[in-house]
Structure formats: C-alpha cells, structure tokens
C-alpha cells in the first residue's frame, strides 16, 4: 500500500509541475498585454523602389517565425501607412498575386525575426519585368480574399493550411514605396487557459504532498519458531520465556508502612514529642538518657 501510495503521489507531482510551470509562464504572457488584451509589435521600415511589397505564403511565414499566432481563435492586424496616408494590404492566393505582380518590380519578405524593439525584415528586391496589363491601382482586382486600406485583419488559424500571399502597395499602386508596420495579435484564450493550468497544477501537487507525507504506521512482527528455538529466540530478547510477552502487566500490591518494634513495651523508634521546647541548651535533657534499674557496683577483681 506504501509503495503504491508514493507512486501515484510521484506521478500527480510529474504532471503537475509542468502543469503548473505552464500556466505560470502564460501568466507571465498574458501579463505583457495592452491594455485591451493584445501584444503589439512594430515591424522595421520597409522601403523598396518598387511598388509592392510582397510576402509570399504567410501561412509558411507565420509557422516559422511565429507558430502561437496559429493555437485557437487568434485575430492577427496589420496596420500599413505610407508618408502620404493609409496603405493597401491585402491576402489573396499566391498562385494569383504571381501572375498579377510578376511583371511589377517588388521586394519580397524573407525573413522577420521576434525580438525586442522593432522587427527586424529581411527584404529582397525582384528585378522589373517588362510591363503587361496590370492594374494601376490594387483595389481593381477581384481575387483578394482579406483587404483593407490602412489595416487589414484575420485568424491565422481559419487561413492554416493555405498558400496565401500578402501584398502591401500604395492605394494608386505608385513605386518609391516606403511602409511603416504595425502588428497586433488578439489572444483571448490566453487569460482563461492560465488560470486553468495554475488550477490543476495546484490542485495536482496538492493531492501529491499529503500522499508523500503521510505517517508510517508501526508494523506489528510476528515470530513463527519452532518449539526448540524458543530458548534462543527468549535470550536473544533479554527475557526469560515467551509465556509472558504482550501480556498486560498485572497492578503492583500497594505498600503499607509497618510500625517499628514489637508490641510489648519497646521503645518505639521515635520518642514522645516534648512538652514544651527547650528555651536554650541548660534545658535540654540528659544525653544519653538514663535508664531504669540497679546501677551496677564496683567489680572486684580479686
């Protein structure tokens, strides 16, 4: 039973541990929100002397770079601006911004790193191609799938699995294109799962401490001996016979005091309580006392 007790009590504590780490950690997270619940994030300036800015798949970009922007009912929000005022953006399928802006010269997003401050962007910047029908402004287009001028909004998640590309331009499509950033991850389920997590982690290595602690109860030892052996096994715990243990000690007879001296005249051992207290030592009696009887005459020794 012992043994059974400490191993569950070990696998709550296996459990529960990173139970609870996890949920201190989102805590700690959730912590770091605006004050409506979001993280935000400026990105780098992103300037090109073309007239797009393009990120290929940003399924792919976001599972890289970002993968907890694609766990549960995320909303991710690009905010684009130019000098001149808000900018384009817009997610269509990437199949589709390729034939539309491959004649266009563009820059095209490689990387964009987490970090402290402003992301860091690594741009690449695509040669021009020689000029198609290709819309002057963005908006004319009719495959976007999310679009916005100035902001553009969507869940990561319902867009998984889809080789979307984004597109960033000028509202009239113009070149010289210089874009400031911003991104802004709404996470709802943060707060909630952090307190679940702390809850049963808690509740986890609640239930295992007490299992860990609990006192031994003394074992009783029974001596199965054969007849022969009861002597050595009486001698070797310092009694005389087996007979006698674990019985209850029987109450010791109470002693009584006994007077001292016979009954027939005796000097009792302790003499009568004077009359009154001697006053200085001339009053105190002789010492030894005299006794009664003849006093015994000279010896002769002739």
């Given at each position: 039973?012992?043994?059974?007790?400490?191993?569950?009590?070990?696998?709550?504590?296996?459990?529960?541990?990173?139970?609870?780490?996890?949920?201190?950690?989102?805590?700690?997270?959730?912590g770091r929100t605006a004050a409506d619940g979001a993280f935000t994030a400026r990105v780098e300036?992103?300037?090109?002397?073309?007239?797009?800015?393009?990120?290929?798949?940003?399924?792919?970009?976001?599972?890289?770079?970002?993968?907890?922007?694609?766990?549960?009912?995320?909303?991710?929000?690009?905010?684009?601006?130019?000098?001149?005022?808000?900018?384009?953006?817009?997610?269509?399928?990437?199949?589709?911004?390729?034939?539309?802006?491959?004649?266009?010269?563009?820059?095209?997003?490689?990387?964009?790193?987490?970090?402290?401050?402003?992301?860091?962007?690594?741009?690449?910047?695509?040669?021009?191609?020689?000029?198609?029908?290709?819309?002057?402004?963005?908006?004319?287009?009719?495959?976007?799938?999310?679009?916005?001028?100035?902001?553009?909004?969507?869940?990561?998640?319902?867009?998984?699995?889809?080789?979307?590309?984004?597109?960033?331009?000028?509202?009239?499509?113009?070149?010289?294109l210089s874009v400031d950033l911003r991104a802004e991850l709404r996470v709802d389920w943060l707060?909630?799962?952090?307190?679940?997590?702390?809850?049963?982690?808690?509740?986890?290595?609640?239930?295992?401490?007490?299992?860990?602690?609990?006192?031994?109860?003394?074992?009783?030892?029974?001596?199965?001996?054969?007849?022969?052996?009861?002597?050595?096994?009486?001698?070797?715990?310092?009694?005389?016979?087996?007979?006698?243990?674990?019985?209850?000690?029987?109450?010791?007879?109470?002693?009584?005091?006994?007077?001292?001296?016979?009954?027939?005249?005796?000097?009792?051992?302790?003499?009568?309580?004077?009359?009154?207290?001697?006053?200085?030592?001339?009053?105190?009696?002789?010492?030894?006392?005299?006794?009664?009887?003849?006093?015994?005459?000279?010896?002769?020794?002739?």
């Open positions: 039973m012992r043994f059974v007790r400490v191993f569950v009590a070990m696998l709550l504590l296996v459990v529960g541990i990173p139970v609870l780490l996890a949920g201190a950690g989102l805590s700690v997270a959730a300036p992103l300037r090109t002397p073309g007239r797009a800015v393009l990120v290929a798949d940003v399924d792919a970009l976001l599972r890289a770079e970002a993968p907890f922007t694609r766990v549960g009912p995320s909303r991710l929000r690009l905010t684009a601006r130019t000098a001149d005022g808000p900018a384009f953006a817009g997610l269509a399928p990437a199949e589709e911004v390729r034939r539309w802006l491959g004649p266009l010269p563009h820059a095209t997003v490689d990387r964009v790193a987490v970090a402290r401050g402003p992301l860091p962007v690594r741009l690449t910047d695509a040669a021009s191609a020689p000029a198609g029908s290709v819309p002057a402004a963005p908006r004319e287009a009719r495959f976007w799938v999310r679009e916005g001028v100035g902001a553009i909004e969507w869940s990561p998640a319902e867009l998984a699995g889809r080789r979307l590309s984004l597109v960033v331009m000028r509202p009239d499509g113009g070149a010289d707060r909630p799962v952090a307190w679940a997590l702390l809850a049963v982690g808690l509740l986890l290595v609640g239930l295992a401490m007490p299992a860990l602690l609990w006192p031994l109860r003394p074992r009783e030892v029974v001596f199965v001996v054969e007849p022969d052996q009861v002597p050595v096994l009486a001698g070797r715990l310092g009694v005389s016979s087996l007979s006698g243990l674990g019985a209850p000690r029987r109450p010791e007879p109470e002693r009584q005091l006994v007077a001292v001296g016979t009954a027939d005249g005796a000097r009792p051992a302790i003499g009568a309580a004077p009359a009154r207290r001697p006053g200085s030592l001339a009053d105190l009696p002789p010492w030894p006392p005299e006794r009664a009887g003849p006093t015994p005459g000279p010896v002769d020794r002739s």
